[in-house]
């Protein structure tokens, strides 16, 4: 099966009870069972539930994998892949992660005793030099949010693999759609099921997909221990939007490529960030690994270097709804520094290169023509 055709049909079977094209809502937390112990495969829903197998079986044909599994977000999804660390062992991280990941690793687990260090992926010989026999897990975000920048998997891969290393790839911005990491090399695709994968911003929800089975076992044993699953009726409405998936991201890509293209000539704009623009410094990298375009968020900084101009920018916008989150149909703004990623502490923000005057843009799926023209409106304040 290609992979349109996966979006809609891949792990997926008609109800046997009823025919339903689109599995119930198994709204039940329990299954009745015929004599201690004997049941049709389901005991009680945070071990397994229909609706939320039948989003699994969806997550792991998109992304290639052997088995897919649903949480209750993003950053539940990316605990339990940390639960399977012990004190002392090492992590190696990219440094432009998810405020909300670079949060857990530094606030959480760093207090559990586990090491991280975090460098920029494409200085191989310093992510080299920091392997060593602790190192269990690499985690890389690529394009990462929200600077764009882009990691090589399959150089990566190759490394982890002959060291014997989990690689983990958070692949919210991409999507199967365009970058299919698992193929790529990678043990682990993580999502932010929030975003594009669901499409339409009124779900949270994450995934993992493994290509090994031992590997997918020891995950939904952490997951059915610790508890982060997703709920039947958010289950439901994540398969719903994968079955659009394709088609939403053929459109975020041709309107962020116009919107990157229209923000690179303006004047008042100094630096764009998208991986699909040839003056981005690792294009060579996306064109490589992604398929097919490259995706629909754009980050930028203003010629002035001023956040007021920034702030008055954002509040002027029309069309775009300045919220936190992305990858939904609608257009979202987001001023990184203040909002998403307010956690990171503002040394480690400048240094990264997040100023205070960027502005990241969520392209959505509208005409093109009322998103560029409410930006020029915008800009013109
Ligand atoms: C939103 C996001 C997360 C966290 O996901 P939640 O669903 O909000 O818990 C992780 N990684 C990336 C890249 C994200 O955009």
Redesign the pocket.
Known sequence: MKFNTKTIHGGQQNDPSTGAVMPPVYQTSTFAQSSPGVHQGYEYSRAANPTRTALENALASIENGVRGLAFS????A?DTVLKLLKPGDEVIAMDDL?G??YRMFTRIYQDYGIIFHFVDMNDTEKFESLINDKTKLVWV?TPT?PLMKLADIEAIGKITKAKNILFAV?N??ATPYLQQPLNLGADIVMH????YLNGHSDV???ALVVKDEALGEKLHFAQFATGGTLGPQDSFLVLRGIKTLHLRMQRHCENGVKVAEYLSNHPKIKTVYYPGLESHPRHEIAKKQMKGGYGGMVSFTFASGAKAEAITFLENLEVFTLAE??GGVESLANHPALMTHASIPEAKRKELGITDDMVRLSVGVEDVDDLIADIEQALSK
Request: hydrophobic letters at 30%; aromatic letters at 10%.
């Open positions: 977000s993003g950053l539940a990316t998810y909300g990941t975000e949010n958070d919210t911005f932010s099921a929030t975003k949270i929800a994450g989150s992305l």
